[in-house]
């Protein structure tokens, strides 16, 4: 499905001169730009995998450089996603109040922003983690900003499928910044973000999917109906959580903790996305059909899933 740009109402409602944006809420817009809460989630995949790469507690002044040079690249991406954006951003209800929509920040600004932001990141790596973590995260970024945001978001229904990979690449990041190499147990765990994503996404789009048909992004729930996201929501968990399961059989790199964790969030993880499905296939919309539920299990999975991959070292 290809979908044209959307007709689009002015942004900058706020006017774009610097009387009418003060200080503290530009800094603040600034900020809003690089989408802290996104990011705090990537940060979760980042720095277990750093302790499950080094058997233990890595070096702390390794975990700041790759944090903050995470955050300075997803921010980067992040950034420049917006500005691309802006124009089906100021039409939808949940991302009208975002700064280059209400003109707290200036498109060129932001462009400017992101791509500094993209190259500091970059050098960062480079000098104080390592040269493949620098190329990893520069990876991330060009895909999330070319592959994802300009040709998949608005073209087809598998958008956040591939788009997803950029997120997923953090696991590879945390992995090398310890061990400047990769191998097995950090692709099994990207796996796992790649089969999480679509599952964790789509419940929200459920929920958002009048914003999305308004701009014609071609979000799954928009070109399909209930029941088929939800039957796609189940099929993806079920991948996800037995792949989950082979960083203990058959890598062998955890001890029983880990895939009892795993084991035991997973099944939660099922429970409500046969749920959904259930919901669904009876025809149950609106509030009713809880879609949420699972977008918030979903953060609360990987963010255990991970604490048990940080955990897992000391009882191996």
Known sequence: MFVTAVETRPAGVL???????PLRARVMGFVALTKPRIIELLLITTVPVMFLAAGGVPSLWLVLATVVGGYLSAGGAN??????????????????????????????????????????????????????????????????????????????????VWGGVAGCLQVFI????????????????????????????????MKVKDDY??????????????QVVAKQIVLYSWVMVLTSLTLWWPLGQTSWFYPVVAAALGAFWLKEAHGLHARAKAGITGAKLKEMRLFHWSITYATLLFVAVAVDPFLH
């Open 79 to 160: 950034a420049l996603n917006m500005y691309i954006d802006r124009d089906i951003d100021a039409l939808m209800h949940r991302t009208e109040q975002r700064p280059l929509v209400t003109g707290m920040v200036s498109p060129a600004e932001a462009l400017v922003f992101g791509i500094t932001l993209s190259v500091v990141s970059t050098v960062w790596f480079a000098v104080l983690v390592n040269p493949l973590s620098a190329a990893l995260s520069l990876a991330a970024i060009l895909y999330y900003v070319f592959v994802y945001t300009l040709w998949l978001k608005r073209r087809t229904a598998q958008n956040i």
């Open 15 to 21: 006017g774009a001169g610097s009387a009418h944006r």
């Open 174 to 205: 945390g992995w090398s910044a310890v061990r400047n190499e990769l191998a097995w147990a950090p692709f099994v765990l990207f796996l796992v973000l790649f089969f999480w994503t679509p599952p964790h996404y789509w419940p929200l789009s």
């Open 213 to 226: 048909e308004r701009v014609g992004v071609p979000m799954l729930p928009v070109v399909a109906g209930n």
